[in-house]
């Protein structure tokens, strides 16, 4: 069995708060154990895991700005 993890601590290891932390789990984005209709609520590594890689987008190369929208004022070099 996996080592189950506070809300306080998973909302730690995403850097998010409480509050969104519970918006995610209530709008069904990240899987949460709970035991009894209102009880304490936990996660697992794998959950948090999960969430991370479906919010994880891939890195874009940037591509140089090879020019402006402004025109060079008269007189300035």
């Known amino acids: 069995m996996s080592l189950l993890i506070s809300r306080k601590e998973a909302a730690a290891r995403l850097g998010i708060s409480l509050v969104t932390l519970d918006e995610l789990r209530g709008m069904g ?3 949460f154990i ?3 209709p209102g009880g304490k609520v936990f996660f697992t590594e ?3 895991q999960e969430y991370l ?3 994880t987008h891939p890195a874009r190369p940037v ?3 090879t ?3 402004r025109k060079r004022r008269a007189g300035v070099r």
Request: hydrophobic share 35%.
């Open 29 to 31: 984005r990240i899987a």
């Open 34 to 36: 709970q035991r009894c």
């Open 46 to 48: 794998t959950a948090l």
């Open 53 to 55: 890689a479906r919010c």
């Open 63 to 65: 591509t140089p700005i």
């Open 67 to 69: 020019s402006t929208y």
